[in-house]
């Protein structure tokens, strides 16, 4: 099982992406999924998780007020809705689930997840 995250580009500060997670074959709806991001030369750091059931969800300081984590459970998708875009933003952002029907808080360590997607590349830049 494979997670697939998209929606990755090339963006200007202070605008918007929504990124996608999805899992062709695999339902999603009975699982918190968390995003996590890994800047260059940085150690992986956790985003936004959000419930199974979208009940609950937490998002990192860096990102309050400016990322909404949402899920679609009818299209098998979560998204991650990025507003105000920064540089530092920039990273490769994966999606992941530790298969726990509630997340740990925000993200932490990338052990406690056994199932990641692929990345997809977020460059923030003028």
């Known amino acids: 099982v494979q997670l697939q995250a998209s929606g990755g580009g090339l963006v200007q500060p202070g605008r918007s992406l929504e990124l996608s997670c999805t899992a062709p074959?695999?339902?999603?709806?009975?699982?918190?999924i968390a995003w996590f991001r890994q800047a260059p030369g940085k150690e992986r750091e956790g985003v936004s998780c959000?419930?199974?059931?979208?009940?609950?969800?937490y998002l990192a300081d860096s990102v309050k007020g400016r990322f909404t984590i949402s899920r679609d459970d009818a299209k098998n998708t979560i998204f991650l809705q990025m507003n105000n875009l920064d540089p530092e933003d920039t990273a490769v952002y994966y999606c992941a689930t530790d298969t726990l029907s509630n997340c740990r808080g925000v993200p932490g360590h990338t052990a406690m997840y056994d199932i990641w997607g692929q990345g997809t590349l977020v460059t923030v830049s003028s």
């Open positions: 959000i419930s199974s059931s979208g009940g609950s969800s």
């Open positions: 074959g695999f339902t999603l709806k009975h699982y918190a």
